[in-house]
Structures are given as C-alpha cells and as structure tokens.
C-alpha cells in the first residue's frame, strides 16, 4: 500500500492518493489485484486493476493478461473560470504480454494494449484558437486505443543493460 501527497507548481493544487496492492506468486502462476484512490482540487479517481502471468515451464516464456478500470470525475472548470459542473470518465484497459528469454543476457517482449474510454476527454480548462478566437478544447465522448510495443533488452553485465524497443498507437 502507499500514500502520497503531491503539489503542482503551476497551480499550487494539492494531491492525495492512496493504493493498495495484493499479489501471490507461485512457480506456474503469479496473481496480482489493486485498488487505488486519487483526488485533487478538479479531479477524482477510483480505478482497480487484476492480473495474471502464466509461467510456461522451464519459466523462459511467460504470457500475461491484465484488465484496469478506472471511473473518474472532472470538474468542468473551463480556460475563462466557467465552473459548468462535473462529468464523469470512464477507462478500460486490456493488456495482453508475451515476454521470452532468448539467451542468459537477451530478453524480448511484446505487449498489446486495448483502452477504451468514454465520458469527458478533454483537459477542461485547455483551450484553442481557431480563427474565430479563443474556445474551450472538444474532443469526442468516446475512442478506443490500441497499442503494440516490443522491446529487446540485453544485459551488458550485472548492473547495465541496453534495450531497443517500438511502439505502434492506432
């Protein structure tokens, strides 16, 4: 579990959270399950996360699954000081993990990430400037994310590594 405080410097605005974490490990199967709690002066979170990683024998291939949910609240305090209430933000995120040992000093994985939101995606007091002249930041209410990213790490000896890796968004 933690507890931290943050201030951010360009506003002075304070922030509290709190996590909780569970996981179990075991020569086939690691578990894992949280909780979390975050809250700032335009912002509240509560989200929970549960995941799972299948260690193959021999324990050089291991696949992985985890599911994150998180069910904010923003308050809508616009770029001009136009408070218009709250609206809620959800987030689902899949991600899928295949990690393998290639040598003693090589290491590849590859994970597949899947996030759907919807609710209010703005920065609620962003704002643009089209020709018209300054306006509140719209985005969609809803958009789904995908994410594939490997990555080849390799051990220059016991305490450095070099890794080379890529990320492709949709």
Not at 41 to 62: C, D, Q
């Amino acid at each position: 579990a933690s507890f931290r405080t943050q201030q951010g410097g360009a506003s002075g605005n304070y922030r509290l959270g709190l996590a909780a974490g569970w996981s179990e490990h075991s020569d086939r199967f690691d578990w894992r399950a949280g909780l979390s709690f975050a809250t700032e002066y335009a912002y509240l979170s509560t989200g929970g996360n549960i995941g799972a990683t299948w260690n193959l024998p021999g324990r050089n291939t291991a696949l992985s699954a985890d599911l994150q949910v998180y069910l904010d609240t923003v308050k809508l305090i616009r770029f001009d000081g136009d408070n218009e209430g709250s609206e809620g933000r959800d987030t689902y995120t899949l991600d899928l993990g295949w990690q393998q040992v290639l040598t003693p000093l090589d290491l590849m994985s590859v994970d597949l990430s899947l996030t759907r939101q919807s609710g209010f995606l703005a920065t609620s007091y962003n704002s643009v400037f089209p020709p018209s002249g300054e306006s509140s930041e719209e985005l969609p209410d809803s958009r789904l994310r995908t994410s594939l990213t490997a990555r080849w790490r390799h051990s220059l000896d016991p305490l450095s590594a070099v890794e080379i890796g890529g990320r492709y968004y949709t």
